[in-house]
C-alpha cells in the first residue's frame, strides 16, 4: 500500500489498458516500466520480480481477465532475514569520490606503491585522492546529479554516468551505492551512501598517423602529427593540435598523376566543459551540460586550378536540450580566403561570368551560426528513428553596422577589413533523415534536404566556399561531385575540373540497405534534386530557380552499392544510373547521348553516405 499513490498517478503510462491484445511481451516492459518508476521516487531496492500479472482465461469471447500485483518488500529486520514490510525508500547520507581509483589495485586490494590516500570534502561530497587532485573538485561536482539528503532517483545516476564520461578525462566510471545499517529501522524512509570510483586516463597523448582519404570521389595519402592534452588547466579542457600533410589524385585525365592536389594545415581546438562567462552558470550546467569550444585553423590548398589559403577561427557553445536534442551557437566564426596562382582556363571559365569571378576572389567572412540537432536513435534497440540538423548562419551585419556607426568610407564600391573585402549574406538549410527499421539487418532511410543562401549589402555573390553542389557519394550518386547543374545549365565539358556550384539546394534520397553474406551488404537507391542559382547577377543559362519551372529542372540517378562492413570502418561503392539529366537537349529520361557508358558513374566512400 506504501506504493498505490504513486502506482495509480502514473496509470496514464501503463502499456496494459483494456482492448489490446494479450501479449507477454508487452507484460514484460510493464514491469521494467514500473520497475524504472519505482528506482526514480526512492525505491532502491525495488526490483521487477515484485511484480506479478495474474490472466483469467475463463470468461469466454477470448477475453482475459488481467491481475496486477505488486508485492510487499522482503528484507531483514528485527533479526528475521526475510521479514515481509513495505517497501523502504531511500536518501542519500554520504558521497565518496575516488579521483584515483585503479581497477588493478583494486583487484588485489593492494594500495599502489608510493601513494597516500588523502581526503577532503567539497560542497558535502567527500573526495579522496592522492598527491594532488587530478580534476578541480568543482568540476566533478557539477557533473554528479545525485545530491545528498535526496531520495535515490536511477535517473540521476544515468546522468551522472553520462556526465563524468563526458569529460573525457576518465577511462572508468563506477557508481555504486551502500546501504547504511538499516536492519533495525521501522520507518519506510532508509539510508544509502553513494561511492564514485574514477580512474583517470593519461593526460597527454602523442600519435602520428598515415591514412588514406576520398575527398568528393578523389583519393589519395595523408599524415597526421597530432598531440592532445585532456587535462590542459586542470578543469577537464581537452587541448587538440594537429599537423596535417595530403596529397590527392583521381580518374580524371588531369589528375591521374599523384599529387596533383596539395594540402597542408594546421589546427588547434580546445574544449571547455562549461560555458565561459563571467557569470554563474552552475545549474545551467548541472540541467544541460554545457560546452565551450575555441579553434584556430590554417590551411594551404593547391589545386589543379589555383592555389589558395584559408585561415579560421571559431568560439562558440554546445549544449542538450534533451537526451535527443542537441544546440550549438557560434557568435564567432572568421574565415579569411586568399587565391593565388589561378590558371588561365580557369580564370577564363569563371570570367565568362561576373557572378562566378566575384565569388572566388579574395574575401573575409565574419559569421553567427546556430544549429539544433535532433536524433532518437536508441543504439541497444531495433526500432525505428529520426534524424533532424537545422542551421542557420548570417555574415557580416555585424562589421557593416561598425561600418555604418563610424561612416567608414567604401574602397570600389566595397567595405573591407584587413585589406579584405568581407562578406555579407544569410545561409540556412534543414537535412531530415527516417530510419525505417525492417529487421536487425534491413532498413530503408528516407531523407530529404534543402539549403538556400542569399548574398546582400556589400556582397553580390555568396563566397564558393559556402555554395552547394551536388553529385558524389553523400548526394545524387549518379552525378560526380560539383558535376551536376546549377539547374539544367551544362557545365563546361572542356573545362578542367568540374566545379558546377549554386547558391540553393534541393535533394531526396530514398535507399534500401540489406544484408548479403559475410562482411558484404547491399543498397538500392534513388536520387533526385539539383543546385540552382537564386540571384539574376548569375547569367548561366538555366541556372536561375524559378517556381514554375524548377521541377522541370530535377535530376534523377538511381542505382545500386555494395558495402563492405569491417566493424571498426564500412568501405562503399555505388553505381549510379542517369534516369533523368535535366541539361540534355530533347528527351531527358535515360539518357545515353550516343554511348551508355555516359551514363554510369561510380562513386567510393566511408561509411554510409547519410
Known amino acids: 500500500t506504501a506504493l498505490t499513490s504513486l ?3 502514473d496509470t496514464v503510462n501503463s502499456l496494459i489498458h483494456p482492448g489490446i491484445l494479450f501479449d507477454a511481451d508487452v507484460l514484460q516492459d510493464e514491469r521494467l516500466r514500473l520497475e524504472t518508476l519505482m528506482k ?13 500479472f495474474f490472466a483469467d482465461t475463463t470468461l469466454g469471447n477470448f477475453g482475459v481477465s488481467l491481475q496486477v500485483e505488486i508485492r510487499n518488500y522482503v528484507g531483514p529486520l528485527d533479526g528475521n532475514p526475510s521479514a515481509e514490510q513495505p517497501h523502504p525508500r531511500y536518501r542519500i547520507k554520504d558521497i565518496f569520490v575516488n579521483t584515483d581509483y585503479d581497477p588493478q589495485a583494486n583487484a588485489t586490494k593492494q594500495i599502489p606503491e608510493g601513494k597516500t590516500f588523502q581526503t577532503s570534502i567539497y560542497d558535502s561530497i567527500h573526495f579522496i585522492y592522492t598527491g594532488k587532485f587530478y580534476i578541480k573538485p568543482k568540476i566533478i561536482n557539477e557533473a554528479i546529479y545525485i545530491q545528498r539528503g535526496k531520495y535515490y532517483n536511477i535517473n540521476d545516476v544515468d546522468k551522472s554516468y553520462l556526465h563524468l564520461s563526458g569529460l573525457r578525462t576518465y577511462k572508468f566510471v563506477d557508481i555504486q551505492f551502500d546501504s547504511v545499517d538499516n ?7 532508509r539510508w544509502l551512501n553513494c561511492i564514485i570510483r574514477l580512474s583517470p586516463m593519461n593526460k597527454q597523448a602523442f600519435s602520428v598517423s598515415v591514412e588514406g582519404t576520398n575527398s568528393s570521389g578523389i583519393f589519395g595519402v595523408a599524415g597526421n602529427m597530432s598531440y592532445s592534452h585532456k587535462n590542459f588547466f586542470r578543469g577537464a579542457e581537452i ?3 594537429s599537423l596535417k600533410g595530403g596529397i590527392e589524385g583521381g580518374k580524371e585525365s588531369y589528375l591521374k598523376q599523384i599529387g596533383s592536389i596539395l594540402e597542408l594545415g594546421a589546427t588547434g581546438n580546445l574544449r571547455i566543459p562549461k560555458f565561459w562567462l563571467p557569470f554563474h552558470t552552475e545549474q545551467f550546467i548541472k540541467k544541460f551540460g554545457p560546452k565551450t569550444n575555441i579553434s584556430v585553423a590554417y590551411n594551404f590548398q593547391r589545386r589543379p586550378d589555383y592555389t589558395r589559403t584559408i585561415a579560421n577561427t571559431s568560439f562558440g557553445y554546445t549544449w542538450k536540450g534533451n537526451k535527443y536534442l542537441t544546440h550549438t551557437v557560434n557568435p564567432i566564426e572568421l574565415n579569411a580566403v586568399k587565391l593565388f596562382a589561378i590558371t588561365d582556363t580557369f580564370k577564363s571559365l569563371i570570367n565568362e561570368n561576373p557572378y562566378l569571378a566575384y565569388a572566388y576572389q579574395d574575401h573575409f567572412v565574419s559569421v553567427a551560426s546556430y544549429t539544433l540537432v535532433y536524433n532518437n536513435q536508441k543504439l541497444t534497440k531495433f526500432s525505428d528513428y529520426m534524424f533532424f540538423r537545422f542551421n542557420f548562419e548570417s555574415a557580416g551585419n555585424f562589421l557593416r553596422g561598425m561600418n555604418n556607426l563610424l561612416h567608414t568610407t567604401q574602397t570600389n564600391g566595397t567595405y573591407r577589413l584587413f585589406g579584405l573585402e568581407y562578406s555579407q549574406f544569410l545561409r540556412s538549410e534543414f537535412d531530415i533523415r527516417y530510419f525505417k527499421v525492417l529487421n ?3 532498413r530503408v532511410v528516407f531523407r530529404f534536404f534543402a539549403g538556400a543562401g542569399v548574398p546582400y549589402g556589400n556582397s553580390k555573390a555568396i563566397p564558393f566556399e559556402k555554395q552547394y553542389f551536388s553529385g558524389g557519394f553523400n548526394s545524387i550518386r ?11 545549365y551544362r557545365t563546361n565539358q572542356s573545362a578542367q575540373f568540374p566545379n558546377s556550384t549554386g547558391d540553393m ?5 530514398v535507399e534500401y540497405r540489406f544484408k548479403l553474406f559475410w562482411i558484404l551488404e547491399g543498397a538500392l537507391f534513388t536520387d533526385a534534386g539539383n543546385i540552382w542559382a537564386i540571384t539574376r547577377n548569375d547569367d548561366r543559362p ?3 530557380f524559378q517556381w514554375n519551372s524548377f521541377l522541370n529542372d530535377i535530376a534523377v540517378g538511381t542505382g545500386f552499392g555494395l558495402r563492405f562492413d569491417f566493424s571498426f570502418f564500412i568501405f562503399a561503392t555505388d553505381f549510379g544510373f542517369k534516369t533523368r539529366d535535366p541539361s540534355v537537349t530533347g528527351s531527358k529520361w535515360f539518357p545515353n547521348e550516343g554511348k551508355w557508358t555516359n551514363s554510369f558513374t561510380i562513386n567510393l566512400g566511408i561509411g554510409y553516405p547519410f
Not at 40 to 52: A, C, D, L, P
Not at 183 to 189: C, L, N, T, Y
Not at 478 to 488: K, M, T
Request: neutral net charge; glycine residues 8%; proline residues 4%.
Open 7 to 9: 502506482v495509480m498517478k
Open 40 to 52: 526514480s521516487n526512492g525505491y532502491y531496492s525495488f526490483v521487477k520480480e515484485y511484480i506479478f
Open 183 to 189: 536492519s533495525k529501522v521501522h520507518s519506510a524512509d
Open 239 to 241: 587541448m587538440d593540435i
Open 440 to 442: 536487425k539487418t534491413d
Open 478 to 488: 549518379a552525378w560526380a561531385p560539383r558535376e551536376l547543374g546549377p539547374g539544367s
Open 505 to 509: 539546394k534541393l535533394e531526396a534520397n
Open 542 to 544: 538555366g541556372a536561375l
